[in-house]
């Protein structure tokens, strides 16, 4: 099955922090993919700014080695020289003066104009300003934020003040690059477009859901950053949550940007308050892989495990628990949502034991796909002996080979900045209640004494988690690729 691509409208696109880990690894590697696939029209610019004092021939040559590192272009792609000519660069320091006259005299009128900010966040507030200052962006450009949104609600809902000073919620995209994954997107698909699933997505048949998001990697590299943040910050407030939505709202009245993000809000609005006994953390430790040698501080509180129990308190969750957990250093790289059913009410099987409850797991990466697990009758003579079987369907094997060639959740993100299609992308009210929900679970930590559990590097995370769900009478799915 080949994916069908339309190009966009042609644009005019400036990477603040083009010369950056994320412009070179994510941002041109899945531009040029986009223009390789014939989505981008030739006739449009692609403008890199930062300090780096280079010239457009130098920052070309920078993207083509980034390009052959990240997106496999051989040395003598002739697409790779045409996509070069559509780059350009000015630089810019976000919180001076000179070059916003040079950008300005090259946007050009009639193109889509957008603003990449592949930048800290605390330089957010200087270029909006200076956007708007100097004439460069006007009421149909767009800029695009990256995360982190925020460390608490304090410091998110400033960063939303100062974007709103000079740009239009309309006009912010707030990406949480989980999102553009072509499998997040797929659970909305697979709900509301199937009548199979929704009338038992609800608290009567569902018994708990499972997400999980385990990582292979630790923090080494990275670690005194990471140890601001942590799992929390890192992975719950954003990525976990915007899954959780997905899997809980109700069905939007349209696939529209608003309809949808409103539902989503609504499933933030209606978390409950996590109780100390709903949430582990966890550190990872081992012979030479070890957290605290990571993070560079022998003492740190800091999680890079984390498992909580999570209430949702609405007609259609009441009672059944959605348990979260992710973590560094983990046995396998995975993320898996699974949907437990509950069991049938009654067994006319009286020989064959009681039917299993069935289980839906949506595998987000890898292999992306979907098993249903239902009960048959185990084949052969014998009598009535059940069997649970898996309905399994990867969506690479479903789809053909085009199928499993997806877009990158930047380079689609990316399209629906110049689309003008918001749907992907974090509103500021939904940015703003996450924090909500996640700044007391966040202090009530910081304010106490507790160390995380520590887990052995490569296990399936602490033994307190384990018991998170015995006591429930429930099990974590197995950790595996
Ligand atoms: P980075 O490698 O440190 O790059 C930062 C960029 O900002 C560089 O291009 C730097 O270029 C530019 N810069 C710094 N100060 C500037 C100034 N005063 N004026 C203009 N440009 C300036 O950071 P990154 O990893 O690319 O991350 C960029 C943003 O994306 C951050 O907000 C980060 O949290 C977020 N993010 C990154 C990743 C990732 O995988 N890397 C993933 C998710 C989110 P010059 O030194 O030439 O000015």
């Given at each position: 099955m080949v994916s069908r691509v339309i190009p966009v409208d042609d644009f005019d696109l400036v990477i603040f922090g083009a010369t950056g880990d994320l412009a070179h690894r994510k941002i041109l590697p899945g531009l040029f993919r986009r223009f390789t696939a014939g989505q981008i029209p030739a006739s449009s610019q692609i403008i890199g700014a930062a300090r780096t004092d280079q010239d457009d021939d130098a920052f070309r040559a920078e993207a083509a080695k980034a390009i052959r590192e990240y997106a496999g272009a051989a040395e003598d792609d002739p697409q790779l020289a045409e996509f070069l000519a559509l780059l350009g660069y000015v630089p810019i320091d976000a919180k001076g003066e000179g070059g916003w006259q040079e950008l300005k005299s090259r946007m050009r009128p009639g193109a889509v104009h957008a603003f990449y900010f592949s930048v800290a966040p605390s330089l957010f507030g200087d270029i909006a300003e200076r956007l708007a200052g100097h004439g460069i962006a006007d009421d149909d450009s767009r800029i695009v934020v990256e995360k982190p949104f925020?460390?608490?609600l304090a410091s998110a809902r400033a960063l939303n003040a100062t974007l709103a000073?000079?740009?239009?919620?309309?006009?912010?995209?707030?990406?949480?690059?989980?999102?553009?994954k072509e499998t997040v997107q797929n659970l909305m698909a697979v709900r509301f477009a199937n009548v199979l699933f929704e009338p038992l997505w609800n608290a009567q048949y569902v018994d708990h859901v499972q997400i999980t998001v385990a990582e292979t990697v630790g923090v080494a590299g990275r670690g005194s950053y990471y140890d601001k943040s942590g799992a929390i910050r890192d992975m719950v407030q954003n990525h976990m949550m915007q899954l959780l939505c997905l899997i809980a709202m109700e069905p939007p009245y349209h696939f529209d940007p608003d309809a949808v993000r409103d539902e989503?809000?609504?499933?933030?609005?209606?978390?409950?308050p996590l109780e100390p006994a709903d949430i582990v953390r966890g550190q990872y430790q081992g012979e030479g892989s070890d957290y605290l040698t990571d993070a560079g501080d022998a003492d740190s509180r800091t999680e890079s495990y984390v498992a909580m129990k999570v209430r949702i308190s609405n007609w259609r969750w009441q009672g059944t628990p959605f348990y979260l957990r992710t973590?560094?250093?983990?046995?396998?790289?995975?993320?898996?949502?699974?949907?437990?059913f509950k069991e049938p009410p009654h067994s006319i099987f009286d020989d064959s034991g009681h039917p299993k409850a069935n289980e839906l797991v949506i595998r987000l990466q890898p292999n992306e796909?979907?098993?249903?697990?239902?009960?048959?009758?185990?084949?052969g003579p014998g009598g009535m002996r059940l069997v649970q079987v898996p309905l399994d369907m990867s969506f690479a094997d479903a789809l053909g080979p085009e199928g499993a060639d997806m877009p990158d959740a930047y380079e689609r993100l990316i399209m629906d900045v110049i689309r003008g299609n918001q749907t992907l992308f974090m509103r500021g009210d939904e940015v703003?209640?996450?924090?909500?929900?996640?700044?007391?679970?966040?202090?009530?930590?910081?304010?106490g004494k507790r160390r995380p559990e520590p887990y052995?590097?490569?296990?399936?995370?602490?033994?307190e988690a384990l018991r998170l769900m015995h006591r429930d009478n429930r099990r974590w799915r197995e950790i595996r690729a």
């Amino acid at each position: 099955m080949v994916s069908r691509v339309i190009p966009v409208d042609d644009f005019d696109l400036v990477i603040f922090g083009a010369t950056g880990d994320l412009a070179h690894r994510k941002i041109l590697p899945g531009l040029f993919r986009r223009f390789t696939a014939g989505q981008i029209p030739a006739s449009s610019q692609i403008i890199g700014a930062a300090r780096t004092d280079q010239d457009d021939d130098a920052f070309r040559a920078e993207a083509a080695k980034a390009i052959r590192e990240y997106a496999g272009a051989a040395e003598d792609d002739p697409q790779l020289a045409e996509f070069l000519a559509l780059l350009g660069y000015v630089p810019i320091d976000a919180k001076g003066e000179g070059g916003w006259q040079e950008l300005k005299s090259r946007m050009r009128p009639g193109a889509v104009h957008a603003f990449y900010f592949s930048v800290a966040p605390s330089l957010f507030g200087d270029i909006a300003e200076r956007l708007a200052g100097h004439g460069i962006a006007d009421d149909d450009s767009r800029i695009v934020v990256e995360k982190p949104f925020g460390r608490d609600l304090a410091s998110a809902r400033a960063l939303n003040a100062t974007l709103a000073q000079h740009f239009t919620e309309q006009q912010i995209y707030r990406i949480d690059h989980y999102l553009g994954k072509e499998t997040v997107q797929n659970l909305m698909a697979v709900r509301f477009a199937n009548v199979l699933f929704e009338p038992l997505w609800n608290a009567q048949y569902v018994d708990h859901v499972q997400i999980t998001v385990a990582e292979t990697v630790g923090v080494a590299g990275r670690g005194s950053y990471y140890d601001k943040s942590g799992a929390i910050r890192d992975m719950v407030q954003n990525h976990m949550m915007q899954l959780l939505c997905l899997i809980a709202m109700e069905p939007p009245y349209h696939f529209d940007p608003d309809a949808v993000r409103d539902e989503k809000l609504k499933v933030i609005r209606a978390l409950e308050p996590l109780e100390p006994a709903d949430i582990v953390r966890g550190q990872y430790q081992g012979e030479g892989s070890d957290y605290l040698t990571d993070a560079g501080d022998a003492d740190s509180r800091t999680e890079s495990y984390v498992a909580m129990k999570v209430r949702i308190s609405n007609w259609r969750w009441q009672g059944t628990p959605f348990y979260l957990r992710t973590g560094k250093k983990l046995r396998a790289r995975t993320s898996e949502i699974a949907i437990t059913f509950k069991e049938p009410p009654h067994s006319i099987f009286d020989d064959s034991g009681h039917p299993k409850a069935n289980e839906l797991v949506i595998r987000l990466q890898p292999n992306e796909g979907m098993n249903l697990k239902v009960m048959i009758k185990e084949p052969g003579p014998g009598g009535m002996r059940l069997v649970q079987v898996p309905l399994d369907m990867s969506f690479a094997d479903a789809l053909g080979p085009e199928g499993a060639d997806m877009p990158d959740a930047y380079e689609r993100l990316i399209m629906d900045v110049i689309r003008g299609n918001q749907t992907l992308f974090m509103r500021g009210d939904e940015v703003e209640a996450a924090w909500a929900w996640t700044d007391p679970i966040i202090k009530s930590w910081e304010e106490g004494k507790r160390r995380p559990e520590p887990y052995d590097s490569g296990s399936s995370g602490p033994e307190e988690a384990l018991r998170l769900m015995h006591r429930d009478n429930r099990r974590w799915r197995e950790i595996r690729a």
